[in-house]
């Protein structure tokens, strides 16, 4: 079994910056991908930013320029470092990773429990 714990979110006003860590732990053989979503209430879940193993990067359009994805393969750890937050940053961010399990098998999806990111103006 594969577990993600996301962590890092909080209350920051405008202008501010903010660093959200996720760490993978479990019987892991190898982790593909990781990336971080977003989702508000009653709106689907969106990709923020992604990293795969190789350190190819993928970003929302949106944050392009102010969120950096990074990741640390020797800790199973992804990060995502947030500048010049927004009131509309505010969402609860969803830690997510590709997966495959060790002892082989097939990968999967996995994902954090979430960590709310709220911006005051």
């Known amino acids: 079994q594969v577990q993600l714990l996301d962590s890092g979110g909080g209350l920051v006003q405008a202008g501010g910056s903010l660093s959200l860590s996720c760490a993978a732990s479990?019987?892991?053989?190898?982790?593909?991908?990781m990336g971080w979503y977003r989702q508000a209430p009653g709106k689907q879940r969106e990709l923020v930013a992604a990293?795969?193993?190789?350190?190819?990067?993928n970003y929302a359009d949106s944050v392009k320029g102010r969120y950096t994805i990074s990741r640390d393969n020797a800790k199973n750890t992804v990060y995502l470092q947030i500048r010049s937050l927004k009131p509309d940053d505010t969402d609860v961010y969803y830690c997510h990773a590709v997966v495959t399990p060790g002892g082989g098998g097939s990968w999967g999806d996995y994902w954090g429990q979430g960590t709310q990111v709220t911006v005051s103006s």
């Open positions: 990293i795969t193993s190789v350190g190819s990067t």
């Open positions: 479990g019987i892991i053989g190898s982790i593909i991908a």
